[in-house]
Structures are given as structure tokens and as C-alpha cells.
């Protein structure tokens, strides 16, 4: 697909989102028993959907070897554990990352375009994303302008995916709505079709430096719209929701909702992950549990 | 065709149910006549099953026109010496009362009404107790307050009051039926229906530890003849009926010229309608609670789909996809979405429309669940292509099937809707306000949902229009069926 084929659909035509229903919905997902060898499983897969992530201005290179170790073993007392689907680092981190993840098939993930503001011109969003993918980053994680979208310049916030898409060669991209700062649902379910027909691989929730990060209406709409253009053009884009899930249990909830919404195709890494930093451990912990039938304390399970 | 989503998935839910362990049911259930449980003078018994296991639950009394009026002259003595005579306000303390021991023991009537009557184990926890003791309670309120209710005049208490209820909803049709009746100051002499009576009778045994005086309400179980004793009995004063169309017609015939009052809640077959401007994947969402829940035994259910046509394709296709995650099986666990159907007569009453269905030429779609071998099931099935003249769209199936239609205009949508002899509920789907209005107000039907579905509250009037019944229940509305205002 090259730039020139993409078109960018009448925004006022998207369907519209009801709130209360969107809730009721997701109520009924949280409502789903999920017990025994059923959540275990859930559990090693949320595992391996995780982009074990710092961003951090205070991040080393240090910290980051630091967590590829853990991205390739999370938690070696345990048998059986997948390892993380990717890293997700600053730009100037993602060499580091590469070289530390030699021989594994952990991918590198770098956020760019002025994250988390997006606030730059678009030649210095171009520039970020080429540097990232230049240090061998696998995959780009772009916020859009939140600004222009809600201002109604679409085709800007259009043109904008589409060029650093562009930029990012074989590298996937991951599209931030940051949705916290959207407003409504139907901005949401219109910046995702925005995104995808711009060229997303993925759309994420979240730069996870704003309140609310991702919640499950929020990424309930973003995976119906994910399903709407699946329907449409037979191009699978992947979900990831991304700050604010740091509990076993919301994992269970995410894969539930994403079992009923896009079943089998999307239950894996390749079209799902979690945008995580402190998610693991708590899984870890459940299924520590889940095998010893008792809780043990977080120290046992390292921080980084 | 455009691309497909399969739901067949490497992870599923493992079996979750629901404990059975503090539940205690009887081997067998007498009638609670005047405050206690006593054998029925017919000396007959009839067994009560669970439909999705075909197992005995209990024997339960067969009462006969002998009991039917011991019962009515326990209640008429009851009205009589004690509760006519007994203060409103404490009236409304035994009503309380109720409701606060059926909430204590949700848990208990939950599992017991999925047992006895197929429904998940979701829908008796989370809808029909909870809503049975909100009934308790609203009405409990009222109880003091009746010539607020209707300033001016003298409300009074009729007397008797003789109600029979169906199968679908037993405990909560149960609340909605007793809580205005003593509420109002009458007396009770309730019938369940004979395939789900064990919740009653549990509500029996709440009734007699809340303390009420012995008489005021008593519960006869049996089938179609014990209900008619009591209808036919000379010493009711109303008739309150909740059921089918033509049982309903025979009771306003019998009732004819007795004098006594009586309110019906007959059936129904619902439209849906959805314009092209509507919230589409809630209206899906809505569409499916709609005409699933509870199996589809919903009296009020959104049986008929009006779809516009610029969407009809898109939204039958995310239809589709949605009943393909429907979780069909086990009332009593936890993530079951579709439970049994009720009765082997009930599902052969559904089977034999399905076939017409397809015979009438309407494009059947079942999702490809598994259906457990034991029981009585019926998959979630949609008839796309249906029209005006299908009997499929004009009759009552009462059961987990919907028909589609599509319309181009709203004028057409509303001759549709309405071209029907029921008209007890209905729904609009659109994001305009203006739309829903002119909408609503043009629709014949006793209660409409606007962008929701099948949503009850004590607080609101339900009732029909035409074949779907006559009178209110429920509300303020819900008070005057059991009041003379003279």
C-alpha cells in the first residue's frame, strides 16, 4: 500500500457511539467467571502480548539491559513462562535495546513523533521516526496531534500517519490516539478510523502520561472499529491498549472482550498487546499462585 | 462477502458454575394455605423437572376447586379480621420485611429459578431477584401513602385478589403481583405456573418467616384447571392474569358480567427499529438482549427487527458475529448466555415455527454452538428475509427467535410496527432525539425503549395496547387495579 492509494473516509459518516450501551457491554465482559486452566492460559498469553515498556527522562542504558533480561525471563522459578513480545523505549534507547536482545525474538518498539505531545513539526516527526527505525527499532509507536484532530483538521492528522508510516519502512506502526485527551467515544471510534485508513498496523490507547490511560470502553470502541474495517478491506489491524492496566485480572477482561469482539485471529502477539510496565509481576504473581494455591510476596519477583 | 471472524478460539472458558450446596428444596411441596403448608385435599401430586437436565426436582401439590377455595376463604377471613383492619404503615412493615429476607436469600432464589426454570444463572442473579425484591420495596412505600397516590378521593381495598402468573419469570412475577395487592390492603390466593412453582413456594416460606398474619397470602400450585377454579371462584374480587394471548381472551370472557375487576398481561411481538443514524454496535448489542434474554420467554421481547435498508447488510453480518459468541448451555454457570428452554411442550412449539419458518422462505441463521445432550435447547436463530405476511413475524413464538425486516422510510416502519394485534412493547434506535419522539409517540405499544432494551424498574407502568392486554402494572399506574376510588 503506498501513500498515494490511501483516502481518508468523510469522518461524519463514521457510526456513532453510545455511551451507556458501550458500558453495559464491557460490564458484561468483567462479569465472565474465568477459572482454573482457563486462567492460567489467559495469563501466559497476556504475557507474551506484553510491550514491556520505561519511558522514562531519567532512563539508562543500564536500565534498559536491565529490562530485556527481564523481556527474555521473566521469572526463571517458574516453568512454562513466555517471554514479553517487545521493549518499549525512547528513540535514543532503541540501540541499546537491539543489542541486548540479540539472539531473541523480543521485538524493539520506540515511540517518536515528539512523544508524548506530539507537539512538532512534522519534518521533526519524520526525522524521530527515521532515527528510531535508523537505531533498529522493529516497531514505531507515533502519537497523532490530538490538536488538529479535534480542531477537525482531519486530513492533516491524516497526511501526518500516513508520511511517518512512510518513514517507518518495514517497521510496524503503532498509531497513539491518547484517547484521555479525546473526549468522547465517537472521537475515539473516528480517530481509529483515521488511523487504520491511514496506514496503522496498530492503534493504541495511550502514551500513558495522561489521565485516564486505557480503559475498556475506550478500547471496546477502538476493537469494533478495529472488526468495522476488517469487515470492509480484509486488512487485520492490531489493538493495544496501553497505561492503567497493571492487574492480572484486567488482563483476563481485555482478552475476553478481545475473544468476543475479533476471536481467534487477533488472540495472539502479533495483533495484541498490552502496553505494560508493571503488569507482569502481578501476573506472575497469579500464577505463582494459581500452582502453589498460596500468594507469595512481591519480593520474590524481581522489579525491573 | 466481505472478510470473516471466526470464534472458534484455542482459549475458552473453563465450566464455572454455580453451587447448588445451600440450596434446600423439599421432596415435596404442599399448598400454603392460611400461614402454612398443607396437603392438598385433591390428594394429587405433579413433578417439577429442570429443563436442562430433565431431572425430578420435587413433587409438588395438584390443587383442586376443594383447595382452591380453602384458599380464598383463608384470604377473605384474613382480610376480614386482620388486614382491612390493620394500619397502613404497618402494612408496609411486613412488605419490608419481605423484601429484605428475599434479598438476604438472592443467592438461594437465583440458583432455585435457574434450576426450575432453565434461565442462566446471570440473568436470575443480576434481573429477576434483584428486581423482585425492588418491587418489595417500592410498593412497601406506598403502602401509607395511598391518598397521596390519588388526592380527592377515598382509596379502598377491593378484597380478594386472585393472581396467576407464568413460567418465565416466576419469582419476580410473583413481586410484581403480590406487592401491590398488599400494598393496597387486599388479600392474596396466588397460582404459579405448574412447570416452574418452586420459587413461590420458597417465597412462601419467606412470607411465613417476615410473619405475616396467617391468610393474607397463600399460594396454590397446579396447571391450567387450578388456575380456572380460581378465576371462576365467586368470592375474588380481581383477577390479575399475566400470560397468553388466548388464555387471556377466555378469562375476560368467563369474568363477563361477575363485577369483578381484572388487569391481563397478554403477549406480544414487538418491533425493533433501527435507522441508519443509530449507534450501530450498541443497537446490535441491543437487538440481541432484546430477543435473547431469557431465551426469548419474554412477553415483552423485541421479537421483530426493523432494520433500514442502507444498513440492513452490515448490521445482519455484526448480528451474526454476535450470536457466534453467545454461550449456550448450563443455566447454573456462570458465563452461560442462552439457558433452556423451558418446557419440552414450549420447545416443541418453537421447533414447529422454525420449520414453518424456513417453509415460509425466510433465511435461517443458527450459530454453530453445541448443545448439551440432556434438556430441552434451542440455538439463538434469526430469520433474515421475512415479511408482513410470514406467520413467523405476525404470531408469538416466545422463544430465542428473531425475524428481519428492513424499511425505507420511518412512515413505513411505523405501518409495520404497529400492523400487529399485540402491541405490548417496541424500540427506536437513532442518534436524533427529534426522531425518537415523533417515533414513540406514533407507536401503539404499551411501553417503548429508546437506544435500550428489555430495561424494567418498580417505578415504571408496564402494560399493553389491542391483544397485549388491558391495565398497568408497576408505578403509581400499578396501584389502581387494586383500588376502588369511590
Not at chain 2, 458475529?321 to 448466555?337: A, H, S
Amino acid at each position: 500500500m503506498t501513500t498515494s492509494e490511501l483516502i481518508l473516509p468523510a469522518m461524519a459518516s463514521v457510526t456513532r457511539v453510545d455511551t451507556v450501551g458501550v458500558e453495559e457491554r464491557v460490564g458484561r465482559f468483567q462479569t465472565r467467571s474465568i477459572k482454573r486452566d482457563s486462567k492460567v492460559t489467559a495469563l501466559k498469553l497476556a504475557l507474551s502480548m506484553i510491550d514491556l515498556t520505561t519511558l522514562e527522562g531519567r532512563d539508562t542504558d543500564g536500565k534498559v539491559r536491565q529490562l530485556c533480561y527481564k523481556a527474555r525471563h521473566l521469572h526463571d522459578a517458574l516453568p512454562d513462562i513466555p517471554h514479553v513480545a517487545a521493549i518499549c523505549v525512547y528513540p535514543t534507547l532503541v540501540g541499546v535495546a537491539r543489542r541486548a536482545l540479540e539472539g531473541s525474538r523480543i521485538n524493539v518498539a520506540s515511540v517518536a513523533t515528539a512523544f508524548p505531545s506530539g507537539q512538532s513539526s512534522k519534518k521533526v516527526k519524520i526525522d524521530d521516526t527515521r532515527f528510531a527505525v535508523s537505531e533498529g527499532a522493529d516497531e514505531v509507536d507515533m502519537v497523532i496531534s490530538r490538536g488538529a484532530f479535534l480542531e477537525g483538521e482531519y486530513a492533516a492528522v491524516f497526511d501526518e500517519i500516513a508520511e511517518v508510516k512512510g518513514a517507518c519502512g518495514e517497521a510496524r506502526l503503532k498509531v497513539i490516539l491518547e484517547t484521555g485527551e479525546l473526549g468522547t467515544l465517537d472521537n475515539v471510534r473516528r480517530a481509529s478510523v483515521l488511523a487504520m485508513h491511514a496506514g496503522a498496523d496498530f492503534i493504541k490507547t495511550s502514551t500513558g502520561k495522561v489521565e485516564p490511560a486505557a480503559t475498556m470502553p475506550v478500547s471496546f470502541v477502538m476493537l469494533q472499529a478495529i472488526r468495522d474495517y476488517f469487515y470492509a478491506t480484509g486488512r487485520m489491524v492490531g489493538m493495544k491498549p496501553a497505561g492503567g492496566i497493571a492487574r492480572a485480572k484486567q488482563s483476563w477482561h481485555y482478552l475476553v472482550m478481545l475473544r468476543e469482539t475479533l476471536g481467534q485471529a487477533w488472540m495472539t502477539s502479533d495483533w495484541f498487546r498490552f502496553g505494560a510496565s508493571r503488569l507482569a509481576n502481578d501476573i506472575l504473581m497469579q500464577i505463582a499462585k494459581e500452582r502453589d494455591g498460596v500468594y507469595q510476596s512481591i519480593d520474590y519477583f524481581s522489579m525491573d | 462477502m466481505a472478510s470473516k471472524l471466526t470464534f472458534d478460539t484455542d482459549w475458552t472458558y473453563a465450566p464455572a458454575p454455580e453451587g447448588t450446596a445451600n440450596v434446600k428444596l423439599e421432596k415435596r411441596y404442599g399448598l400454603f394455605i392460611n400461614g402454612r403448608f398443607t396437603e392438598p385435599k385433591s390428594g394429587k401430586y405433579f413433578r417439577t423437572i429442570s429443563p436442562s437436565t430433565e431431572k425430578k426436582l420435587a413433587d409438588v401439590a395438584d390443587a383442586g376447586p376443594d383447595d382452591v377455595d380453602r384458599a380464598v376463604k383463608a384470604a377473605r377471613r384474613a382480610y376480614d379480621t386482620v388486614w382491612s383492619k390493620m394500619k397502613p404503615s404497618e402494612r408496609g412493615k411486613y412488605i419490608f420485611r419481605i423484601a429484605r429476607i428475599v434479598q438476604e436469600r438472592s443467592r438461594e432464589f437465583a440458583v432455585i429459578e435457574s434450576m426450575d426454570g432453565g434461565k442462566p444463572i446471570r440473568e436470575s442473579r443480576d434481573v429477576d431477584v434483584p428486581l423482585a425484591a425492588a418491587h418489595f420495596f417500592y410498593y412497601a412505600g406506598w403502602a401509607d401513602k395511598l391518598d397521596y397516590a390519588f388526592p380527592g378521593k377515598s382509596p379502598r381495598a377491593l378484597g380478594v385478589a386472585g393472581q396467576v402468573i407464568p413460567w418465565n419469570f416466576p419469582l419476580l412475577m410473583a413481586a410484581w403481583k403480590i406487592a401491590p395487592a398488599l400494598a393496597t390492603g387486599n388479600t392474596v390466593v396466588l397460582k404459579p405456573a405448574e412447570t416452574t412453582p418452586l420459587t413461590a413456594l420458597k417465597l412462601a416460606e419467606v412470607i411465613a418467616e417476615a410473619d405475616l398474619p396467617p391468610g393474607v397470602v397463600n399460594i396454590v400450585t397446579g396447571a391450567g384447571e387450578t388456575g380456572a377454579a380460581l378465576v371462576n371462584h365467586p368470592g375474588i374480587n380481581k383477577i390479575a392474569f399475566t400470560g397468553s394471548t388466548a388464555v387471556g381472551k377466555k378469562i375476560q370472557s368467563d369474568l363477563a358480567g361477575t363485577g369483578k375487576k381484572f388487569t391481563l398481561e397478554l403477549g406480544g411481538k414487538a418491533a425493533n427499529i433501527v435507522f441508519e443514524d443509530a449507534p450501530i454496535d450498541q443497537a446490535v448489542e441491543g437487538i440481541i438482549n432484546a430477543i435473547f434474554f431469557n431465551q426469548g420467554h419474554v412477553c415483552c421481547a423485541g421479537s421483530r427487527l426493523l432494520v433500514q435498508e442502507s444498513i440492513a447488510t452490515s448490521l445482519v453480518q455484526k448480528l451474526k458475529d454476535r450470536m457466534e459468541t453467545l454461550i449456550v448451555g448450563d443455566p447454573l454457570d456462570k458465563n452461560t448466555d442462552v439457558g433452556a428452554i423451558n418446557s419440552r411442550m414450549q420447545l416443541k412449539k418453537i421447533e414447529y415455527y422454525l420449520k414453518l419458518g424456513r417453509e415460509e422462505g425466510a433465511d435461517m441463521y443458527q450459530p454453530a454452538c453445541t448443545l448439551p445432550e440432556k434438556g430441552f435447547w434451542c440455538r439463538p436463530t434469526l430469520f433474515d428475509h421475512a415479511s408482513q405476511s410470514h406467520r413467523i413475524v405476525q404470531e408469538e413464538i416466545f422463544g430465542p427467535v428473531l425475524t428481519i425486516q428492513t424499511f425505507r422510510t420511518a412512515e413505513e416502519a411505523i405501518e409495520k410496527a404497529n400492523n400487529t394485534p399485540f402491541g405490548l412493547s417496541g424500540g427506536v434506535w437513532t442518534d436524533k432525539g427529534a426522531k425518537i419522539f415523533e417515533m414513540t409517540s406514533r407507536l401503539r405499544a404499551g411501553v417503548i425503549w429508546a437506544n435500550t432494551f428489555n430495561k424494567f424498574d418498580p417505578g415504571s407502568p408496564f402494560g399493553g395496547y389491542k391483544e397485549s392486554g388491558l391495565g398497568r402494572e408497576g408505578g403509581m399506574h400499578g396501584l389502581l387495579p387494586y383500588l376502588s376510588l369511590n
